[in-house]
C-alpha cells in the first residue's frame, strides 16, 4: 500500500526556519506531482506549495511565496518544504500528497511558530 510519511515539524520561533521531509512508498513517485497542505485549528486545509514530476515547475500560494520552497528528490522518493521567515500564521499541520489522485493522508507534521 503507497503511503506517505510527513516528517520535520518542531517549535520554531518568529523568523526562524525548518525543513520538512515526506516519503512517499511506492514505484509511482517520480511520476506524480506533489504537493505540501497546510490545516491550522479550525480552518480548511490549503494548498501551499506544488512541485511537478520533474521539479522543473514549482508553484507557491501567495502566503508563503519568497520565504517557502518546495523541492523533491526522485531518487529518494522523497519531496521537502524548505519553511524561512516563519510567522505564527505558519502554524499547522502540514502534509504532502500527489496534486491529483490522492493518496490516503498521512498524519502530518505539527509546525509551531511562536514568539
Known amino acids: 500500500q503507497v503511503r506517505v510519511v510527513e516528517s520535520g515539524g518542531g517549535l520554531v520561533q518568529i523568523g526562524g526556519s525548518l525543513r520538512l521531509s515526506c516519503a512517499v512508498s511506492?514505484?509511482?513517485?517520480?511520476?506524480?506531482?506533489m504537493a505540501w497542505y497546510r490545516q491550522a485549528p479550525g480552518k480548511q486545509r490549503e494548498l501551499v506549495a506544488g512541485?511537478?514530476?520533474?521539479?522543473?515547475?514549482?508553484t507557491y500560494a501567495d502566503s508563503v511565496k519568497g520565504r517557502f520552497t518546495i523541492s523533491r528528490d526522485n531518487a529518494k522518493n522523497t519531496v521537502y518544504l524548505q519553511m524561512n521567515s516563519l510567522k505564527p500564521e505558519d502554524t499547522a499541520v502540514y502534509y504532502c500528497?500527489?496534486?491529483?489522485?490522492?493518496?490516503?493522508w498521512g498524519q502530518g507534521t505539527q509546525v509551531t511558530v511562536s514568539s
Open positions: 500528497n500527489r496534486r491529483s489522485e490522492p493518496l490516503p
Open positions: 512541485i511537478s514530476t520533474g521539479g522543473a515547475t514549482t
Open positions: 511506492g514505484r509511482t513517485f517520480s511520476l506524480s506531482s
